[in-house]
């Protein structure tokens, strides 16, 4: 098994909505905001390659989408998903598998892609991975999550037969475990990667950043944040008491942490690369 680190690109989001009841004045000491109280955050992505499988997790916002809808994002920086592919050697008609940890637009916007008027699978090899509870929560959506669920981005992969649900309590691979949690929305999947004798857990929107650690920093997208703060307090004792690498898909500066148990609760140990451990 190898690991591989895709960075895709930066955008901007909303920074109370990214931390919820959080006051401005503590939030922006770890997540400074722009003008517009907007702040910078990264669709980070894993490639896992094991063996005859190259499984990548989530595929970003992608690039379907019209001038209007970007303009509500400020996309930039050079990094984008082929690049970040090529660099390894690798194209995306190489991916056999795809983990959807959840639908939300900036998680599979990148699954699907414009050919004319239509909309198309953007890996015409891949089976892509959900799972049912959340597909139907997402394609039923409930009017908060509406604008986030986007069925462009959604009803092509089940259109074209590339569609795949995981079920619960069934390992995704032999090295590869899913993880569920329901606080941010329905059944979003945590994919649990044994590699080199550590575990890596891939922290989706339970852990957007490292500024989020401290158990009441929930965003404001969370359709439950009560059971958010649940899940993080059950998780992060277990991430303690194991050493867990937690990868960030939404850190712009840090793309995988660890924690400890201090005398203020579980805060921050260290941040690093992936490719500083596995070296």
């Known amino acids: 098994m190898k690991l591989y680190t895709i960075e895709t690109g930066f955008f901007k989001l909303d920074g109370g909505a990214m931390f919820g009841v959080v006051p401005k004045s503590l939030w922006q000491r770890t997540n400074p905001a722009d003008e517009r109280n907007l702040c910078t955050w990264t669709n980070r992505l894993l490639l896992i390659e094991d063996n005859k499988q190259l499984i990548l997790v989530d595929t970003a916002i992608g690039d379907k989408q019209d001038e209007k809808f970007f303009s509500h994002y400020f996309l930039h920086g050079d990094a984008t998903l082929d690049n970040s592919l090529r660099k ?21 916007g990148g699954a699907v892609k414009r050919d004319g008027d239509h909309f198309v699978p953007a890996f015409k090899n891949a089976r892509f991975w959900s799972n049912e509870k959340h597909w139907n929560w997402a394609v039923h959506p409930n009017p908060r999550e509406r604008a986030s669920f986007l069925s462009e981005n959604i009803l092509p992969i089940q259109e074209s037969g590339q569609l795949n649900f995981i079920k619960e309590e069934v390992p995704f691979s032999p090295n590869i475990d899913i993880r569920y949690t329901n606080g941010h929305t329905e059944a979003m999947m945590l994919p649990q990667i044994r590699y080199q004798g550590k575990t890596i857990l891939y922290m989706a929107d339970l852990l957007p950043s490292v500024g989020h650690i401290p158990l009441p920093y929930v965003m404001g997208y969370d359709v439950r944040p009560l059971v958010t703060m649940e899940e993080r307090q ?12 937690l990868f960030l898909e939404h850190d712009p500066v840090n793309a995988c942490c660890t924690l400890q148990q201090t005398e203020k609760g579980i ?13």
């Open 234 to 245: 059950d998780y992060w004792q277990e991430i303690v008491d194991n050493e867990y690498i």
């Open 267 to 279: 805060r921050l140990k260290e941040t690093f690369r992936l490719e500083e451990i596995f070296d």
């Open 88 to 108: 390894y050697g690798f194209h995306r008609d190489d991916i056999t598998d795809i983990i959807l940890t959840h639908l939300h637009f900036d998680h599979c």
